[in-house]
């Protein structure tokens, strides 16, 4: 079945505890990208990569890394986090990063920070 | 002004009806849109794309877009309570290489 597959699905942490947020697709995608979502503000994109090693800022990408060390993985580290980013997020991949690809979504990682 | 505006709902339609969802967005180069819909708590599902102006139709659903009028609307036929979700709009942006959305419309659709 193709997916786009995150894990885990919902994290409790302390504030400047590094965590990672795992993502995975089996679609042979280039492009991945995370996206966060508050209420009222819609789906924001955090970063995003277009094929390995090439990753670049959204519109939201302070206190947030990421690596595409390997095609199908793109990991969402946040080294040191704040309650500010307690936030629904997700993972996404599309063919090919164009704009005209539809995104496939990951089912979400639910993130509380204390 | 945001660059993708929804009515943010809810829209409450009967059971049967059609539900008309709208979009405006702000970029009168944007080139394609998409509808997603979400249910509470999900993630957000494809519904459908348009790339040209006009009508495009898949099954109950209908997607129309004006580029001179800068809106894109989503029509659903026969509304089922198993459409109630939340309906997200957004266009796509080449530079940086993503999506953008609008905050999303609540549908209602009442037994």
Known sequence: EAQVTQNPRYLITVTGKKLTVTCSQNMNHEYMSWYRQDPGLGLRQIYYSMNVEVTDKGDVPEGYKVSRKEKRNFPLILESPSPNQTSLYFCASSFKGTGFSPLHFGNGTRLTVT | ??????????????????????????DRGSQSFFWYRQYSGKSPELIMFIYSNGDKEDGRFTAQLNKASQYVS?????????????????LGVEYGNKLVFGAGTILRVKS
């Open chain 2, 1 to 26: 002004q945001k660059e993708v505006e929804q009515n943010s709902g809810p829209l409450s339609v009967p059971e049967g009806a059609i539900a008309s969802l709208n979009c405006t967005y702000s």
């Open chain 2, 74 to 90: 989503l029509l659903i036929r026969d509304s089922q309570p198993s459409d109630s979700a939340t309906y997200l709009c957004a």
